[in-house]
């Protein structure tokens, strides 16, 4: 409804004094503000590269900011604390957290149309079967994948805002895994099967530290996911479920190489952190390969899937469980290769030795 004539002369003319007039804000240039600096777009674009040049785009050893006053904005005294930020860039750093946010955000695409699902035809059942409880694991690991970037995010300091925003894109990566997989459990008839143990996805959630959980979720178990979506042409039936894996791979790349760069930073930073990490990655190299001793045969649910989807059938069983060995193969050797980028090189002789069989030279 519109104010009628006379209804705004009132208002305008009952109007309290206006308010007093300070302008100080203006003044920035006495406070060392760096007036004048253009960002110019580069080859792809104004990317945060590109405006994070001169005194703004130098990320603090140490901040002593505790506010969310962001990177290069003017401070003020009576800014209130803000609780749990971490004031040292190895926390939470990695060199290509930009570069790599950059590259989520462009490279988005869609469970709904993205994926030729009309090209799904019937399966036997024991291939969709083996195929949905695949899809019923990895839509409990996405939940996780998503849960816990975003339980960090009011950890990191707002001088990080470039991991902040990293974190964001790889939380809108995990809720399309999630929503892929549950698509695909029932898009052909079989849907979401059991339910699998969850101590693994425990030890990621349950870190108390952005290290910790970066090298136990970046680095190690998004690793030994990303090398299975790196089989995906193996373990997918059709076109449909192949490209799944081979987007899925390309958003874990991301993942992983935010950690391994973080985690190689540390390293670099503050080498008295090597036993540490160590420690850390005996946690959650003990969850990365079922104990044949183990008497729960829901344990080994992943692997039997596999090895029917690789060998094209339960009557193939042996056949697809030497293939899905080999996955478990790749799987630890490339983990070791990152570890060796990371300046971890000596994991080699302390892998949990379930893993460490599969090591080649
Ligand atoms: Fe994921
Ligand atoms: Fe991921």
């Not at 399309?176 to 959630?205: T, Y």
């Not at 391994?260 to 420690?279: G, N, S, T, W």
Request: proline share 5%.
């Amino acid at each position: 409804m519109a104010i009628d004539a006379d209804t705004l002369e009132k208002l305008r003319t009952e109007s309290a004094d206006p308010p007093r007039v300070d302008l100080s804000w203006l003044n920035l240039d006495e406070n060392g503000h760096p007036w004048g600096m253009r960002a110019k777009p580069g080859k792809r674009g104004l990317t945060l590269d590109e405006i994070e040049i001169g005194e703004v785009g130098e990320v603090p050893e140490q901040s002593d900011n505790r506010s969310i006053r962001v990177r290069g904005s003017v401070p003020r005294p009576d800014a209130p604390r803000v609780p749990g930020g971490y004031v040292g860039k190895a926390d939470v750093y990695s060199e290509n957290s930009r570069l790599l946010y950059e590259e989520a955000v462009q490279r988005q695409w869609s469970s709904a149309t993205d994926i030729p699902w009309e090209g799904i035809e019937g399966l036997p059942d024991d291939i969709e079967r083996a195929m949905c409880q695949l899809c019923t694991f990895l839509t409990e690991v996405e939940f996780i994948a998503g849960d816990t970037p975003a339980q960090w995010l009011p950890s990191l300091n707002s001088e990080h805002h470039e991991v902040k925003l990293f974190l964001l894109s790889q939380i809108m990566d995990e809720a399309r895994h999630l929503d892929v997989f549950r698509k695909r459990a029932f898009a052909n008839g079989g849907g979401l099967l059991s339910s699998l143990p969850q101590d693994g996805l425990r030890v990621i959630i349950e870190a108390k530290d952005f290290t910790e959980m970066s090298a136990i979720m970046h680095v190690a178990a998004e690793g030994f996911i990303q090398s299975m979506f790196r089989m995906g042409e193996y373990i997918g039936q059709n076109e449909a479920e192949k490209k799944i894996f081979r987007l899925c791979g390309q958003d874990e790349s991301r993942h992983l190489g935010f950690g391994v760069l973080h985690l190689k930073y540390v390293m670099e930073a503050e080498p008295h952190r090597r036993e540490e990490i160590h420690h850390y990655l005996d946690k959650v190299e003990s969850t990365l390969m079922p104990d044949p001793m183990d008497s729960d045969g829901a344990n080994f649910a992943l692997f039997e899937a596999l090895s029917i989807l690789m060998g094209g059938g339960l009557k193939n069983f042996d056949k697809g469980l030497q293939l899905s060995m080999g996955v478990q193969r790749k799987r630890v050797n490339e983990y070791m290769h990152r570890l060796n980028v990371a300046g971890l090189g000596d994991r080699k002789e302390r892998m949990n030795p379930l893993l460490r069989q599969f090591l080649e030279n």
